[in-house]
């Protein structure tokens, strides 16, 4: 099977994601160390982008709308700040009740899970109660460019 991470993304429920990930990852000479940090990694983010699109209401870490789930979002969320960014909007947009901190206007939005982000971001020691604080560690923010350059290669 050989769909690229845009195609996948676009056309594929969270699981058929993950499937394909893990199947990727045995087929490759990664280390251990990635093959394990890689998929609930990217069950984080995906928790969060999938319903954003299910909804139509995909945007990027500066708020401007998107209308498609590509790659390149994909890539521009995995990075530990972004994400992180993603969190408190999303946090925040539920307790609202609305989108917030984006270019949309007065759109329906539905409360989105964040279970899975919040554990995932917990677990890399991000602070999840102040957000304006950088406290997580340089070596995670390198594991975490390290897993973005591992996904790219599976997907090449």
Known sequence: MNDNLSNLLQNSSLEEILQNIDDKLKKSDEADFWKEKILPFCE??????LPLKKQ??????EGE??????SQLF???SDLVCLKTLAFIIQQSNEQNKLIR???KNVKYQIIDLEKLGVYLSSNKINLVDEDSLDFPL?????????ITVIKNLFK
């Open 44 to 49: 984080a983010i995906l928790s969060v982008l």
């Open 56 to 61: 139509n209401l995909l945007f990027t870490p």
């Open 65 to 70: 709308i998107v209308t498609l789930i590509d």
């Open 75 to 77: 890539y521009r969320w």
């Open 102 to 104: 984006t270019d949309y």
């Open 139 to 147: 070596s995670i923010y390198n594991i975490h460019q390290g897993m």
